[in-house]
């Protein structure tokens, strides 16, 4: 695989064989000339909408605060020592997502989002760790990182944001535009702006296993199939009204433990689960959306692709979609998985999709999911 600018001349492979989830690495001029996607005002508007999740962070007189957006009202960017962070850009903005693409040798599964973040002179968000895998690059302006393997991860208690208790740097680098820092989860960083800046973040998903084993039972619960229902033809008289009876109870036992699952079930609950767009993100169709026949003629001449809110995944003959699910034969399974890889698709290729998939092409198109060119 060919070497990549963005990780300092190294290969993806050699990226995550040394340094993913192990230890942070400098790029400098990951990005040359790197100029920030979009400005203060775009960002300070989509940190108002109440569909986009920001925070504001503050420093004031040694005392932290945070706030949670929508951000109606912004200091004065003169002042000094404030923080607003706003999730998702790449669900709105194409470039953010295109920027986000970039690092897709890390599987979609596991990309989350870019997180851009405006600092006011000396903001920053306070030393603390992440649980996730992070690139920060810088956009506009200087930030001094300053990093630590501390294995105490110990919190301020009491704040309303996680601040490391104590703190010790043992690396320094002042960032500028274009510069990025990998850090692997659990590295303790402090980011300080000098003079204003703006830093993007490369976010990753990495759901807990509890988080996972929750919303996979609700799944089950969706799938399951134990037909009867109880009874004790060989009922005794019972000494005690109140306790459960022993044969209830292996019955019981004996009917769950065929609640049952395999590797089918774990890969359509997985990709759905991946796939579901998060609770803030609403798609929109086209205003006056073409005919089905307009619509077949266009996507042949333009071809296809995905809106930057879409989430799509495949595994084997599965095929999911803004978690939706769902079994493809083997022509569609080229079609379907090519316009999963490259998020686009030619009109080409469309041409050797069945009817099934076209159709289902056309609703997406409607409800905003894909869009023509
Ligand atoms: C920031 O961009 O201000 C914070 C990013 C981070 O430290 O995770
Ligand atoms: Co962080």
Request: charged share 25%.
């Given at each position: 695989m060919?070497?990549?600018?963005?990780?300092?001349?190294?290969?993806?492979?050699?990226?995550?064989?040394?340094?993913?989830?192990?230890?942070p690495?400098?790029?400098?001029?990951?990005?040359?000339?790197?100029?920030?996607?979009?400005?203060?005002?775009k960002l300070?508007?989509l940190?108002?909408?109440?569909?986009?999740?920001?925070?504001?962070?503050?420093?004031?007189?040694?005392?932290?605060?945070?706030?949670?957006?929508?951000?109606t009202?912004?200091?004065?960017?003169?002042?000094?020592?404030?923080?607003?962070?706003?999730?998702?850009?790449?669900?709105?903005?194409?470039?953010?997502?295109?920027?986000?693409?970039?690092?897709?040798?890390?599987?979609?599964?596991?990309?989350?989002d870019?997180?851009?973040?405006?600092?006011?002179?000396?903001?920053?968000?306070?030393?603390?760790?992440?649980?996730?895998?992070?690139?920060?690059?810088?956009a506009?302006?200087k930030?001094?990182?300053?990093?630590?393997?501390?294995?105490?991860?110990?919190?301020v208690?009491?704040?309303?944001?996680?601040?490391?208790?104590?703190?010790?740097?043992e690396?320094?680098?002042?960032?500028?535009?274009?510069?990025?820092?990998?850090?692997?989860?659990?590295?303790?960083h402090d980011?300080?702006?000098?003079?204003?800046?703006?830093t993007?973040?490369?976010?990753?998903?990495?759901?807990?296993?509890?988080e996972?084993?929750?919303?996979?039972?609700?799944?089950?619960?969706?799938?399951?199939?134990?037909?009867?229902?109880?009874?004790?033809?060989?009922?005794?008289?019972?000494?005690?009204?109140?306790?459960?009876?022993?044969?209830?109870?292996?019955?019981?036992?004996?009917?769950l433990?065929k609640?049952?699952?395999?590797?089918?079930?774990?890969?359509?609950f997985?990709?759905?689960?991946?796939?579901e767009?998060?609770?803030?993100?609403?798609?929109?169709?086209?205003?006056?959306?073409?005919?089905?026949?307009?619509?077949?003629?266009?996507?042949?001449k333009?071809?296809?692709?995905?809106?930057?809110?879409t989430?799509?995944?495949?595994?084997g003959k599965?095929?999911?979609?803004?978690?939706?699910?769902f079994?493809v034969?083997?022509?569609?399974?080229?079609?379907l998985?090519?316009?999963?890889?490259?998020?686009?698709?030619?009109?080409?290729?469309?041409?050797?999709?069945?009817?099934?998939?076209?159709?289902?092409?056309?609703?997406?198109?409607?409800?905003?999911?894909?869009?023509?060119?």
């Open positions: 060919k070497k990549l600018q963005l990780l300092g001349n190294i290969t993806p492979a050699q990226f995550l064989r040394d340094y993913w989830h192990k230890k690495l400098l790029i400098r001029q990951a990005i040359p000339g790197f100029k920030p996607l979009l400005s203060f005002a300070a508007e940190a108002r909408q109440n569909y986009v999740e920001s925070r504001l962070v503050t420093l004031r007189g040694g005392q932290w605060d945070m706030q949670h957006g929508p951000l009202e912004l200091p004065q960017r003169s002042e000094r020592e404030w923080t607003m962070l706003v999730q998702g850009v790449n669900l709105h903005d194409q470039r953010a997502d295109e920027l986000l693409r970039q690092f897709r040798f890390v599987p979609d599964a596991r990309l989350d870019l997180m851009v973040s405006y600092a006011s002179d000396g903001g920053g968000v306070g030393p603390h760790f992440d649980s996730y895998d992070v690139f920060l690059l810088q506009q302006g930030r001094r990182w300053r990093i630590s393997a501390q294995q105490n991860l110990d919190l208690e009491g704040l309303p944001l996680k601040i490391l208790a104590d703190f010790e740097a690396e320094e680098f002042v960032l500028e535009p274009g510069d990025m820092l990998y850090l692997p989860p659990h590295y303790a980011g300080v702006a000098e003079g204003e800046c703006m993007y973040s490369i976010g990753f998903r990495s759901p807990s296993f509890q996972l084993g929750e919303a996979f039972l609700q799944f089950m619960a969706d799938s399951i199939d134990l037909p009867g229902r109880y009874a004790d033809p060989d009922l005794t008289l019972a000494k005690n009204p109140a306790e459960i009876p022993r044969d209830m109870l292996a019955t019981v036992t004996e009917e433990n609640v049952r699952w395999d590797e089918e079930d774990v890969t359509i997985l990709g759905e689960y991946l796939s767009p998060k609770h803030n993100v609403f798609f929109t169709g086209p205003a006056k959306p073409l005919t089905v026949g307009r619509f077949m003629e266009t996507a042949a333009k071809g296809l692709k995905l809106s930057s809110k989430l799509m995944l495949y595994r599965s095929v999911f979609i803004n978690g939706e699910s079994a034969g083997r022509a569609d399974k080229v079609v998985d090519v316009l999963a890889n490259e998020r686009r698709i030619d009109g080409e290729l469309l041409g050797s999709a069945t009817d099934d998939v076209l159709e289902a092409l056309y609703t997406w198109y409607q409800d905003g999911w894909v869009e023509l060119g």
